[in-house]
């Protein structure tokens, strides 16, 4: 049974940080891009980032450049999302995303095949 959760959402002030965590329960972790994507109150999905199978490559969306990092400890079977110098327009539901076996890294949400129920940051000014 294919199961994402995600951890570390909380509500926080402009400037802070926060780690987020997506433990997988996935056939073949490992071999599989993962990403994190956001969906803020009537707004649509937004991509965020995104991690390569093997961990050595990324891709993040330019509004988080410089302040989100992307991880995956695949022994654990788990993506992290480490946000710094988080603004109120990073408000929203975060989500992760697994994307099939050696496929390429893809902002585009239809490219996973599996996503988590998602955990809340609220980021007052």
């Known amino acids: 049974q294919v199961e994402l959760v995600e951890s570390g959402g909380a509500s926080v002030q402009a400037g802070n940080s926060l780690r987020l965590s997506c433990t997988a329960s996935v056939p073949t972790f490992s071999d599989r891009p993962m990403g994190w994507f956001r969906q803020a109150p009537g707004k649509t999905r937004e991509f965020v980032t995104a991690?390569?199978?093997?961990?050595?490559?990324?891709f993040d969306a330019d509004s988080v450049k410089g302040r989100f990092t992307i991880s995956r400890d695949n022994a654990k079977e788990t993506l992290y999302l480490e946000m710094n110098n988080l603004k109120p327009e990073d408000t929203a539901t975060y989500y992760c995303?697994?994307?099939?076996?050696?496929?390429?890294?893809?902002?585009?949400?239809?490219?996973?095949?599996?996503w988590g129920q998602g955990t809340q940051v609220t980021v007052s000014s």
């Open positions: 995303a697994v994307g099939k076996p050696f496929s390429a890294l893809s902002k585009d949400g239809v490219a996973y095949s599996y």
């Open positions: 991690i390569h199978w093997n961990g050595e490559t990324t």
